[in-house]
């Protein structure tokens, strides 16, 4: 019987000699490497440089150099050639999202998976792409908090690993485990294994392993014959400890495969608890961050001022903001709060040309600046028209190709096509002037009376401002002769009466003031008064520091008694002031005050004489009290109750 021999190596093991499997269900791109030699890039480039990424890179994107900065601090991030590749890929990204899109998986390379993908599909959830396409500052905060989720899940990445390679037993450790008895035992066979290497060389090396049965069958054949008894009994226990070398080989590899699958059960787990956390975070955010945008129109101001947007601050994580959308929803249905608002404010009409709130005529609203054709100053530009004095040179050829043309000849007839054939009077007269039309004449005249009937003739338009016409606004912006409106002070009651509906209705206009002057570019101020000395001073604008308070406002009740002598005291010390001088107070209260003392009423009526200092009063009772009419030179009456919830007869 022919048994076949292994050659081993001089410090052979079994598990050394094991074939090494990667893990297959764990893709990534880069390589995990030793501390060491993450520490020896980074000594040598502490700081970043474009340079680093060679001349072929071109930052398409314009990512910031803070941003490759952090992309070079990446655990992942082993070199020069990973930090271009990785460079490339967040290129792709940063551009796919200002274009309003995500990138495909097939794309990118980086993030490594599963983050990757579960990263997508968190963005996609939140509407991402809607906010970085509009708003490059949220684009440039998203990008710093992926890399840092990268840093965070890369470093679970090679804990991962690490613990895998520590968890691996190694050959030297268990060649000093075995005793002295089996050290010894092993360099003999080793022994009389090179000295049978020439024949064990001969043989094929695909033959056929034996299996556990047959190298039994043939130990016991083997001890039956006398003199092959001691040399064949070796040979079979040294194929036998093969045969147990490769069944501890193949186990080996069965726990090298588990390994691998709880490392990849463990980076998903990783993976899906970063970004979890992510989504759950940003979910409130970009929720409160839709319903400033629908408050306000357009926050490229609020967004790019010097705070600008960061997940840090807390006015995005505010609960105010659920009540300030509330307030906007019911004042789509307060038509009277929002004329009230627009009405505040004096040295309105025309003005030096500016950027301004369009306005468009509508009947029964305030008068305005609006633009019209029957003030016609300039040429705006081109327009549809059935007025012959605006057309354009186009259209009058159009008619002149239609009109007929007249020929003189020399006593002829005959030349082109005569319509009407007269001779001159005289006694000398020897010329004949002759009629005819072009071709195609009479369908150009036609076509021009159709085009002029149906006032579709192609002219210039002429236009100008008229002033003081009934006119509504679009919410849109152009540039157009308004004058700077006036400041606005709003002087609101937060006492106990003014709890239910008359809250609602207060709060609303403290949110309609505030879109207003943002609308119109002036300034607004709110004193919120209830007791004597309670007085909370705010300046509606839209910056971080104003919306912080103004949420902040919105989420509280109100309570207290009424004083109205503190607030105007403050308000008619602020008209002093150069930028204010302009101002109107608007006065809001359920009209449950005390009578103002006569030293404030002659302070305002001396306001109003040296200023034009006008007091509106909004009155949100059925019940108009004697002392708001001293106070106030108009006084409104609020009616849209069931906008707010409410019947008239309540209140």
């Not at 001349?55 to 070079?72: C, D, G, K, T």
């Not at 079979?236 to 588990?258: C, P």
């Not at 200092?613 to 108009?624: A, D, F, K, R, Y």
Request: hydrophobic fraction near 35%; proline fraction near 5%; charged fraction near 30%.
């Amino acid at each position: 019987m022919l048994l076949r021999q292994q050659h081993r190596c001089p410090g052979y093991s079994k598990s050394a000699c094991r074939p090494k499997q990667l893990a297959h269900k764990i893709s990534r791109p880069f390589r995990p490497c030793n501390g060491r030699r993450r520490l020896a890039v980074r000594a040598n480039y502490d700081n970043f440089s474009t340079d680093l990424l060679g001349p072929h890179f071109h930052n398409r994107a314009r990512i910031s150099e803070e941003v490759m900065q952090s992309l070079m601090e990446l655990p992942g991030t082993t070199g020069i050639a990973e930090l271009r590749s990785r460079a490339e890929d967040l290129t792709t990204w940063k551009l796919c999202l200002q274009r309003g899109v995500l990138p495909t998986p097939d794309q990118v390379d980086w993030p490594v998976e599963p983050f990757k993908q579960k990263f997508m599909d968190a963005l996609q959830n939140l509407e991402m792409p809607r906010f970085t396409r509009r708003y490059p500052v949220v684009l440039e905060s998203l990008m710093k908090q992926m890399l840092q989720m990268v840093y965070d899940f890369e470093n679970k990445l090679l804990e991962a690993e690490s613990k895998r390679q520590q968890q691996r037993p190694q050959p030297q450790q268990q060649q000093m485990q075995q005793s002295p008895q089996q050290q010894q035992q092993q360099d003999e066979q080793e022994g009389e294994g090179e000295g049978e290497e020439g024949q064990a060389g001969g043989m094929d090396q695909q033959q056929q392993e034996l299996t556990q049965e047959q190298l039994e069958e043939a130990l016991k054949d083997s001890m039956q014959q006398q003199g092959q008894q001691g040399q064949s009994g070796k040979q079979i226990q040294i194929m036998l400890e093969e045969m147990e070398g490769q069944q501890a080989g193949k186990a080996g590899d069965e726990q090298s495969d588990a390994e691998a699958e709880a490392m990849a059960r463990e980076l998903e787990e990783a993976a899906e608890n970063i970004v979890q956390e992510f989504e759950q975070g940003m979910a409130q955010i970009m929720d409160n961050l839709e319903k400033a945008q629908l408050a306000f129109d357009d926050l490229s101001e609020l967004l790019e001022g010097e705070e600008g947007f960061a997940l840090s601050q807390g006015v995005w994580q505010r609960d105010g903001w659920r009540e300030l959308d509330d307030l906007r929803k019911k004042l789509e249905n307060l038509k009277e709060l929002r004329e009230l608002v627009r009405g505040l404010g004096r040295s309105g009409g025309k003005g030096p040309l500016r950027k301004a709130p369009e306005e468009v005529e509508a009947p029964r609203n305030p008068p305005g600046v609006v633009r019209s054709p029957l003030q016609p100053e300039e040429v705006r530009g081109l327009a549809r028209s059935g007025e012959l004095s605006r057309m354009l040179p186009s259209e009058m050829a159009l008619l002149a190709h239609g009109w007929p043309r007249k020929v003189q000849q020399n006593g002829l007839e005959g030349v082109g096509t005569a319509v009407v054939t007269r001779e001159s009077d005289g006694e000398d007269a020897q010329l004949v002037e002759e009629e005819y039309y072009l071709p195609g004449a009479h369908a150009a005249r036609m076509l021009h009376r159709v085009r002029r009937a149906e006032r579709m003739l192609l002219s210039y338009e002429r236009c100008g401002w008229l002033d003081d016409t009934p006119s509504r606004l679009t919410g849109r912006q152009e540039i157009r002769p308004a004058a700077e409106m006036g400041p606005i002070i709003l002087c609101l009651d937060t006492s106990g009466s003014m709890r239910g509906a008359r809250e609602v209705v207060a709060k609303a206009l403290a949110l309609e003031c505030l879109r207003g002057a943002h609308r119109q570019q002036r300034p607004c101020y709110l004193y919120a008064f209830s007791g004597p000395e309670q007085v909370q001073e705010l300046e509606l604008s839209v910056d971080m520091k104003s919306l912080d308070k103004l949420l902040e406002f919105l989420s509280c009740s109100f309570s207290g008694g009424t004083d109205v002598d503190r607030p105007l005291q403050l308000s008619l010390e602020r008209l002093q002031k150069d930028e204010w001088s302009r101002a109107d107070i608007l006065m809001v209260t359920d009209g449950e005050i005390a009578p103002p003392n006569q030293k404030l009423l002659d302070e305002i009526a001396k306001a109003h004489d040296d200023l034009g200092l006008e007091v509106h009063g909004l009155i949100v009772s059925s019940q108009v009290s004697d002392s708001m009419e001293k106070l106030c030179t108009h006084l409104h009456v609020f009616k849209s109750w069931t906008a707010v919830g409410a019947e008239s007869w309540m209140y």
